[in-house]
Each structure stands twice: as C-alpha cells, then as structure tokens.
C-alpha cells in the first residue's frame, strides 16, 4: 500500500514489544528469532529485509494522496519556481532524514541500544544537554503529538480525497464513455449533479469504523499488496494521459503570486513528510548500515517523480487543476476506474495510517481497565477516533487546502524542524562545527517560516472559501 507516511507503531507506543508492528505486519522478516531477540542482533547479524524490499517499502511510505495533489501545488508556485523548489525541499528533506539516521545511529552507539524510534531520538538527544535533560519526556510526548496529528491528517485528507473523487463518478456516470478526448477544462463534466461531498463522508464512516476494527495489519497484507498493484496501475495512466495531451504553446505563469507560496509549501511538504519511516526501515534492514544508499537512490526516485508529475500535470491542465489530479480527468471509462482503482488503495491506506495514532493513545486507556472491558473499551476508542477524524473532514472539505494545513501544520516539524535541532543537542559536546550549526538554523527557520505561513493562509482561505459559500447558499434561497 502506498501511502505519504507509513510509520512502525512503535514509534511512540507504550507498549512497544506487545503486539506485531505495522513493519512487521507488512514486511515480515524471514524466519529466525523473535522480535527482542532481532532486535539486539541488529548490527549487520539479524535476519531483515534486502536492499530492494527497503527500497520499494520507502518507495511505498512516500507515495500517496500528496502525490497527486502536487500539480496544484506548482501551479501556486509557478511553472518555472514551482519544480526548481520542490528539487531544494527535496534535498532538504533527504538531508534531514540522513540527519535523524546519524543521530540514531550515534544515541544507539552511545547507550548501547539495538535501534530507535523518531521520539526516542529526541528523548535520548536532550538528555544530552544538562539543562534539557529533565524535559526530555516532554521532547518525545511532543514528537508523538506531532506523529498523531500528521497520521490523523491523513486520515482527513482520505476522506475528503474519497468523497470528491467518488461524488465526482457518481455524478458524471450518465455521461461516461469510453472516448476519452481532451477539452481542456476540468474534464469530468457533471451531469446529474448529487448531494454535498460532506454526506459521502458520513456514508463512508461506517466502513472506515469496520476497517480499523482489524485486529491486526497482518489481515490486511492481501489488500494490501492488491492496492499497491491498482494504485502503481493509476499512477501509470495518469502519467500517460497527462505527458500526451500537454497543450502547445504552454503560456502559464512562471511564477506565482507571493501569497499563494505557503500553499504551495504545505502541500510538498505534506508530499514529502515520509521522514517517519526512516529509522522503522532502516532498523528492519538485514544491514543497517546500508541503509544511506537506500535512503539516497529511494528519495532521489521520490522527488524525480514528484517534481516530473507535478510539472507535468499542470503543464497539462493548467489552471483549471484541482486539488488532485484525478478530479481532473475526463469521464471515459478507462480514468474513471482510475479514479475508483485510486480510492480503493487510500481506503485501505487509512487503517495502516490510523493504527499509528491508536498504538500511541490506547495502550494507556487500556491499562486502567479490567480486562473483561478491554475490547469493547477498544471497539469505542477507535470507533470515536474515526469519527472525530470524519468531523473534521466535514469541517474542511476542500482536499487542496486540507493536504496544505496538515502539511503546514505538523509535517514541517517532522520533517525540517526536529532533525536540524536534535543534531545540534546530539552532537553538541562532541565538536559540532560552527558551520553545521548555521546550516542546522537555517533549516529550521526555514521549517518554521513555512510552518507560520503556511497555516496562516490555508486557514484565511479555509474561512474565506466557507464564507463564500454561505453567501452563495443564502443568495440561492432568496432567489427560490
């Protein structure tokens, strides 16, 4: 399954060694000894995944819903501004994963651990620092904080992305055919127009309630891997269509307006927020300490595809895109299965990203219940877990600016703000050059700016987008 961000469950949870990861469930490792014994044989002597399945695992953990939304995305930054920025946020971003693997690497070395997780790192990283040290719960509770937000935004952006996408078949079904010429519009032309895309959400919800009820990802390995297979199918078609009907002359802005740019950062950023898969993969490996090349040849993979569709697809449907691709493909037969072959894998996408969140929050509940309790209690935390997650989606319908606020808001922690500063109190003692630590500011900064931006305009024009709609509702009703 491909998602933006497929993190090991144990990356905050309390109970890191009680059930079977995500990572495990997903890639299991061939037989030999049980996990904890794995894990202290890490070095080089462990039985793990190759090269190549460490590869396509990061190939899948950074691929997904902000893929597709990245179109959009150079086109708030330019056609020219546009690509050559997502080529500098991706090295950034390869260099801050490179940067959380050396502080790992190093902290392990140090304490003599076997492997750890994004939170760990902090934690073990102020206790670096002596005036730090006492907080160094804080800075992993906060990481987690940060990890929850971001899956439980995916989870939002999977309901908005499945009911636009969904409502925009079902609306367009009377005048599908299997011609598939282009019009260069927003292709899909709506026929018989249905209700609000917020009531696709409240009747996906029981679904996504009976998803996540799994008990474990294991059960879901089948569909999995039929996912990865549809999704890696749509993405071809859509490269396809989009590289053979490119518009000549191409007269598009350059460069965008300065106040659409923060959109435009959150949206990469959301795309690029695959950082929390790092050390889950890299501890998994047969050889960890090749992982460096994997990281480098997956990520150079990652960001080629990301700057060629997002160039492409707005060289293509210039500025009638929308907040994904697949919402601008004509209603022929052939892009509409795109479409359902796409919501397919998101669908089954969300219960790998939402066991993340629920590894890190009922553990605890459940320690404080009798075990007769354990299951329902279980059942009713995860079922109020989707639906707040399904509230907030109806919220915000609008998948363009929802993949830019969560992006905004919690990937560029992840992703450009910890990494920097955690190499600085790691290595803080041991010689740092002045240099590093310039550098390591200027990517924080970078992060921050972005964050305090970026959040700032999605939300202006959240609430400016609702509020025009509520005019246009009333003006409706006064006219009837």
Not at 126 to 137: G, I, K, T
Not at 185 to 205: A, E, G, I
Request: neutral net charge; hydrophobic residues 45%; aromatic residues 10%.
């Amino acid at each position: 399954m491909m998602a933006s961000s497929d993190v090991d469950h144990t990356e905050g949870s309390l109970f890191p060694d009680q059930n079977p990861s995500e990572m495990d469930a997903l890639c299991p490792s061939p037989p030999g000894p049980n996990r904890p014994q794995r894990n202290y044989e890490r070095i080089g002597e462990r039985q793990g995944t190759s090269f190549c399945q460490t590869l396509i695992h990061l190939l899948k953990g950074n691929i997904g819903t902000g893929l597709l939304g990245l179109p959009l995305a150079v086109k708030n930054a330019g056609l020219v501004l546009g690509p050559i920025s997502l080529l500098c946020m991706g090295v950034i971003a390869i260099h801050c994963m490179r940067l959380l693997v050396k502080c790992s690497h190093h902290l392990s070395a140090k304490l003599n651990r076997p492997s750890m997780t994004y939170g760990e790192a902090v934690q073990y990283g102020m206790e670096n620092v002596s005036w730090l040290r006492r907080h160094s719960q804080l800075g992993k509770r906060t990481v987690n904080v940060f990890l929850i937000i971001t899956q439980l935004g995916f989870c939002c952006v999977y309901f908005v992305f499945l009911s636009d996408n969904i409502k925009q078949v079902v609306e367009a079904a009377n005048a599908t055919t299997f011609s598939c010429q282009m019009n260069h519009t927003n292709q899909t032309q709506v026929l018989v127009p249905s209700f609000d895309s917020r009531l696709y959400m409240l009747c996906f919800l029981p679904f996504f309630i009976l998803l996540v009820f799994t008990p474990n990802l294991k059960y879901l390995v089948p569909l999995s891997l039929v996912a990865n297979i549809v999704m890696t199918i749509s993405l071809v078609l859509i490269y396809i269509y989009s590289i053979t009907n490119i518009k000549y002359p191409i007269d598009l802005p350059k460069v965008g307006r300065a106040i659409d740019y923060p959109l435009f950062f959150g949206t990469a950023i959301f795309a690029f927020e695959g950082i929390g898969v790092v050390l889950p993969l890299e501890n998994n490996m047969q050889r960890p300490h090749g992982f460096i090349p994997v990281l480098y040849t997956g990520m150079g993979i990652v960001t080629m595809l990301y700057i060629s569709l997002g160039t492409i697809g707005y060289m293509c449907f210039g500025d009638t895109i929308g907040g994904s691709i697949t919402l601008n493909l004509p209603n022929c037969w052939t892009y509409q299965a795109v479409k359902l072959m796409y919501c397919f894998g998101i669908f089954i996408t969300f219960a790998l990203q939402f066991y993340v969140p629920v590894e890190i929050l009922i553990p605890p509940i459940l320690a404080r219940v009798s075990q007769r309790w354990e299951t329902p209690v279980n059942l009713l935390l995860r079922t109020v877990l989707v639906i707040v997650t399904c509230a907030l989606a109806i919220l915000i319908p609008e998948l363009d600016l929802v993949i830019s606020l969560v992006g905004s808001v919690s990937s560029s922690f992840l992703a450009l703000i910890f990494p920097p500063v955690l190499q600085i109190i790691t290595f803080h003692s041991e010689g740092l050059s002045p240099l590093s630590i310039i550098k390591n500011i200027i990517i924080s900064m970078i992060g921050l700016v972005g964050f305090l931006t970026g959040t700032y305009v999605a939300i202006g024009e959240i609430i400016a987008r609702n509020t025009y709609k509520h005019q246009e509702a009333v003006s409706s009703y006064m006219v009837q």
